[in-house]
């Protein structure tokens, strides 16, 4: 689930848009890795026929996701295919539609030669049919006044608009299948250009929440400045783990106990928790002797290594008290990817003053104002 969300809001940061807070993509996202996880290891080979397309079509989202798809890899142990990723693309492709569809429905006037009751006639048709908003129905003699009071995208029209320079588009009252098709093509048009003017304005973190005040306020609640600690020195990977959890067990957040279930954990399971380089995310289960969720950080003299195969060796290590609160792992996934900004950790390693570290993670709105 780390994994996953990580993955997410790697691109999701890219583009401006909060993919790690979609719930729904990350179940049914999450669900689909799990089945190809399962085919690879009962030797089965994924096929898309349309790969070619989807790529094609969503060529931005491919070399997202094939610049960010080694944390997904490297949690599934091989490297996923062509035909893999066009899947993974579906799935935030729809994601992404999902979150614009408000910006992105067309916005229609409909027209009509005189009669209101046919123009009503064809809205009614119009909302059973499509997803669009309709912002006036009018007849064609009073088109003018009308699209001087509308920001519109789209006129859909009963009769022949001679001269009318805006988009518009003939139908029938009773809606035929041609007209069907034909508005079908249009709308998507629409929403495509429109989805490509809000995504050529957004630039990162004028969308994203990922360093809004509310969370910065609760980071600052969970990450005390005592639990700092910078340039501390350790022979190995189990003292520097000791290191960086000190802080939360004098606060009594954690017990002894937790300390030698992380210590377990990496001996069991290896060092998954090393999630990019040089950073590790120090933690064991919520049964394992959490008292609290707290987070410490410990920037090491030395880098140690774990037994991770590309993020090795490890200069920072974070620790925090696992629990089982949705906004406490919320909390933890926006902690790294601030710390997975780029240069982030080269802006860090600069600051040798507690204060003036602490205030650049906390702080986020302030980072351009503050000089190591």
């Known amino acids: ?16 848009i909060p993919l790690s807070d979609d719930s ?20 089965i080979v994924l096929q898309n026929e349309f790969r070619a397309k989807i790529i094609d079509e969503y060529h931005s989202y491919y070399q997202l996701i094939r610049k960010n798809c080694f944390l997904l890899e490297d949690h599934f142990g091989y490297r996923f295919s062509d035909d893999e990723i066009a899947y993974i693309i579906l799935y935030i492709a729809v994601s992404i539609e999902r979150y614009f569809e408000d910006e992105t429905i067309p916005k229609a006037i409909v027209v009509c030669h005189s009669g209101i009751g046919t123009a009503n006639f064809l809205v009614e048709q119009l909302k059973a049919n499509f997803n669009l908003r309709i912002l006036a129905s009018t007849s064609s003699h009073k ?16 009769v022949i ?3 009318t320079t805006g988009n518009w588009i003939k139908v029938s009252p009773m809606l035929e299948d041609n007209d069907i098709v034909g508005l079908q093509r249009a709308l ?8 490509k003017k809000i995504l050529s304005k957004m630039q990162y973190g004028e969308r994203s929440d990922l360093l809004s005040s509310n969370n910065m306020k609760r980071l600052e609640q969970v990450l005390p400045e005592d639990n700092i600690l910078l340039d501390v020195s350790c022979p190995d990977w189990r003292e520097g783990v000791r290191l960086a959890a000190a802080p939360l067990l004098i606060s009594e957040s954690i017990t002894e106990q937790y300390i030698q279930a992380i210590e377990e954990s990496v001996i069991a399971n290896g060092a998954y928790f090393v999630f990019c380089p040089g950073v590790a995310l120090a933690h064991a289960g919520p049964g394992d002797g ?52 780029e240069g982030m950790l080269e802006q ?25």
Do not use: W
């Open 143 to 158: 088109l003018a006044d009308t699209l001087k009071l509308h920001d519109y995208d789209l006129i859909i029209s009963t």
């Open 161 to 163: 608009l001679p001269g």
């Open 348 to 372: 860090l390693d600069t600051f040798h003053d507690r204060t003036l570290f602490y205030r650049y993670i906390i702080k986020g709105d302030e980072r351009k104002e503050v000089q190591p």
């Open 290 to 341: 959490v008292r609290r969720f707290e987070i410490s950080v410990a920037r090491l003299r030395t880098p140690v290594c774990f037994g991770h195969k590309t993020n090795d060796p490890v200069r920072y290590i974070i620790c925090f008290g696992s629990t089982n609160n949705p906004e406490d792992a919320n909390l933890i996934l926006k902690l790294m990817n601030i710390i997975s900004i």
């Open 24 to 43: 729904q993509l990350i179940v049914q996202l999450s669900n689909h890795l799990k089945d190809m996880k399962k085919a690879f290891h009962n030797g």
């Open 1 to 16: 689930h780390i994994v996953l969300i990580n993955f997410l809001d790697r691109i999701g940061r890219e583009l401006g």
């Open 188 to 195: 998507l048009d629409i929403k495509r250009e429109k989805k």
